[in-house]
């Protein structure tokens, strides 16, 4: 079955740099778009950057363009995502997504939280 194990997460102070991966299972990866997404605490889950099966097209959420880049390897079923100039308003979980067949599928989530 399909299964997305995101990683990477932590506490970091405004202006730092954190990466994050997730490693994909249970399909062929390498035909799929895959996406980031995060959720803030009360707010709804939003994109933040998706990725086309072949790293052709990347497309950006507004709030993290010149900051973030998602980047995929796919000898090695893995996404990532690379997150410089870090913002507290970018604390939230953060999930890795495949859509398949008309269906979501989402990693557990990993935390990433930005204070001094």
């Known amino acids: 079955q399909v299964q997305l194990a995101d990683s990477g997460g932590g506490l970091v102070q405004p202006g730092g740099s954190l990466r994050l991966s997730c490693v994909a299972s249970?399909?062929?990866?390498?035909?799929?778009?895959m996406t980031w997404y995060r959720q803030a605490p009360g707010k709804e889950r939003e994109l933040v950057a998706s990725?086309?099966?072949?790293?052709?097209?990347?497309n950006y959420a507004d709030s993290v363009k010149g900051r973030f880049t998602i980047s995929r390897d796919n000898t090695k079923n893995t996404v990532n995502l690379e997150m410089n100039s870090l913002k507290p308003e970018d604390t939230a979980v953060y999930y890795c997504?495949?859509?398949?067949?008309?269906?979501?599928?989402w990693g557990q989530g990993t935390l990433v939280t930005v204070s001094s």
């Open positions: 249970g399909f062929p990866f390498s035909i799929y778009p």
């Open positions: 997504n495949v859509r398949r067949e008309s269906k979501d599928y």
């Open positions: 990725i086309s099966s072949a790293s052709a097209r990347r």
